[in-house]
């Protein structure tokens, strides 16, 4: 996990250094994505659910783009209970229901990115881009059990990772030199395991996600 963390870092500064000389500035270009979409899980109990996501990139301001991002997916589930009760005194049947918090679901990817750009043409401002990712996905499961009548308490926690690998591709809208609108389509794959020390059991788990980003791309 650690030489992920310090990966990402370098690859934070490189863009800011090349971009603060007279060659840099004429040579590279570094910029940031914001996203917001909807990811749809294909493993049985994870499902689907919106996401957020943001990149940084760096590179020529024509071709190819070296970067990395990360996305932030979470989903909360709950089980649904009904029963019946008389009242003591009038006999009255009164139907009572009750929504309980199960557990919550997060998923966060981090990712390397490379991106090729249709190079800016004078003639049209929308612009194909297509890329592959490689990373790292954490999932996070907090699992819950009610404990009082005005709240939640947390019981239980596992965590798991693995290598994620995958391909995106999509169109931008200039708006301006500087800064795009961006809408993606995205493929990952992932492989995720984790060591249960009371179990004494090793556990692993594939997971396969397509999303769909709307961004905003903007030049720093």
């Known amino acids: 996990m650690k030489r992920y963390i310090s990966l990402i870092f370098v690859l ?6 090349l971009n603060s000389t007279p060659a840099g500035k004429n040579l590279f270009k570094s ?16 499902g689907g659910g919106l996401a957020l996501g943001m990149d940084f990139y760096g590179g020529s301001e024509n071709w190819i783009d070296f970067g990395f991002g990360f996305d932030f997916y979470w989903k909360n589930y709950f089980s649904k209970s009904s029963s019946i009760s008389k009242d003591p ?26 991106r090729v750009n249709n190079p ?23 699992y819950y059990n009610q404990e009082t009548s005005w709240g939640w308490s947390e019981t239980d926690t596992d965590f798991a990772g693995g290598f994620l690998f995958g391909g995106f591709g999509g169109v931008k809208y200039l708006l301006n030199r500087n800064s795009a609108l961006t809408g993606t389509v995205s493929y990952n794959y ?22 769909l980003w709307l961004g905003l791309e903007f030049g720093i």
């Open 190 to 211: 992932s492989h995720i395991s984790h060591y249960d020390d009371e179990k004494n059991i090793y556990q692993w788990l594939p997971l396969n996600s397509l999303g």
């Open 12 to 17: 934070i500064l490189i863009p800011g250094i």
């Open 31 to 46: 910029y940031s994505s914001f996203r917001l979409g909807v990811k749809e899980q294909f493993t049985e109990g994870i």
């Open 120 to 142: 800016p043409s004078s003639t049209t401002s929308v612009l194909p881009y297509f890329g592959l990712e490689l990373g790292y996905q954490m999932l996070l499961l907090n």
């Open 89 to 114: 005194v009038s006999g009255i049947p009164w139907r009572t229901s009750r929504e309980d918090k199960q557990h919550s679901v997060y998923l966060i990817p981090l990712k390397l990115l490379l």
